[in-house]
């Protein structure tokens, strides 16, 4: 080797190795944790979903393996390696097509992936310079591939992949000790959000369990989030998975005209159901359209609620996501509000981390930022607004009525239930069927006290429902409470004589009421 070559060669590795000990300019404002972090792709293999029939449309046998295939991009904290190379800007606008971290796709393909997100780009801001763009995909970010994992327990944060727009968020978070999951069925088109959610939950609760046992993850601190539509089966998942212990959407359009009535008609759509911290993110301009927002305010009034509006004015959609925020920090086509763009992502992904921080790890420094408005460095207070929402204490499902009367005594438990179940009308302990069935199990165990408890408090939710005041009586008389069977006996005769014509079940109950009231 000549001089010449052995010098160039000596100064392309000096600056490589430069490049990779200084930190790149897209996370100098962002608060970078103390983690290295590392990446990978892989994909795993759900045997109870079969995803194809066994015939497809021309009746040629579909052969092969047709089990659902989830492919997973994985950020978590890594053991420092200063010999590993960092992941390219660049890379992360084609990874989602890969299906393990090394897998090969031609060049044409990774060509035309980089056009396509220059192209969006261009759209949304303005055409870049040849010189910033090749800057921008060759920017070095956080995550190194398939570096060695560090083996502490670290929260899990489960969400639906959004090719390149969250990546950085995903890095800041895993180097704050996070593993963050993005989990994606390569090739796959959904045509409502209720069949989003029928497909892409189950994937992520097979990932999530995946996840604990392979990886070095809490199941005890377990949150979701997504951005923009991604941000919609996140709420799903939450409202049915009780190990998702927080939310977080970042400008979803969750309570917007159109998106709401699509998201919100399917029957997994529950926000009564939804008991776990939430954080919503939003600009101020959209969210002059959020006619259903009292869905938030009131109907997940079960839930600690956030709302983080940012006040920019003409906030794009995507400066909540990486191409945004880049758009400002490396391409620099973003004009005279570059800088409260900037900012404006910046606040959101510092708000993101410290509510994760206080909800998943109890940090008692996120508390107090999620308490009161901070005061942020070099940032006006007039970019962002934060709102909280008390949670309201939510009714006793039926199993957990049974098990409070059981632990605790029947006056305890309608105690909870007379002060809470007004919170909630949809509670099945409005069901007088429920109730019911409740009721007879207490009977047939000779627990009259209970069985009478039960009972009572149906007939109170249901004044006019002879059938239950039956009940009632039936349990008075078991327990030798004749003056009680009585007077209920009586009951259900006034309500049945208001009747003209009774019905089977209801000449019964006159019969039987009769009876009791010879006794």
Known sequence: MNIKNFLLLTACFFYAQIGYSQSSPIYENLPVGKYPVGFKIFTITDDSRVTLPEYNYLGKKNEGDRSRKITIHLWYPAKANPNTRKMTYGEYCYNHLLKTTNEKISEETIINQLRSTRGSIRNWFGEPTDESWKKLIDSKMLAEPDAQADQSKFSLLIGDLRPLSTTVTNELLASNGYVVAMVTSIGENYSSPAEISLKIVPDMQMSISHLIKNQSVDKERIGTFGFSGSGFVQVHLAMFDNRIKALADIESGLYMEGLYQAFSASDYYNPTSLRIPFLHIFSRDLSKSEKYFSDFENKTKFSERYRLILNQPKLHHWDFAAEGYTSCIVLKNRGAEQSNIQQSFEIANTYLLNFFNDKLKSDPNAKVFLANKPALAQVETSLWDIRSLNAVKPPPNINEFENIIRKKGIEEALAIVNTTLKNDSSSNLNQGRVLNSLGYSFL????????????????????????????????????????????????????????????????????????????
């Open 444 to 519: 047939n165990e000779k627990k009259y006290k209970e069985a009478i408890g039960v009972f009572k408090l149906n007939t109170e939710l249901h004044p006019d429902a002879a059938s239950w005041i039956n009940s009632l009586s039936e349990a008075y008389e078991n327990s030798g409470d004749k003056e009680n069977m009585k007077k209920t006996s009586q009951q259900v005769l006034d309500l049945l004589a208001r009747k003209t014509t009774l019905t089977n079940a209801e000449k019964s109950l006159k019969e039987t009421a009769e009876r009791r009231i010879k006794i």
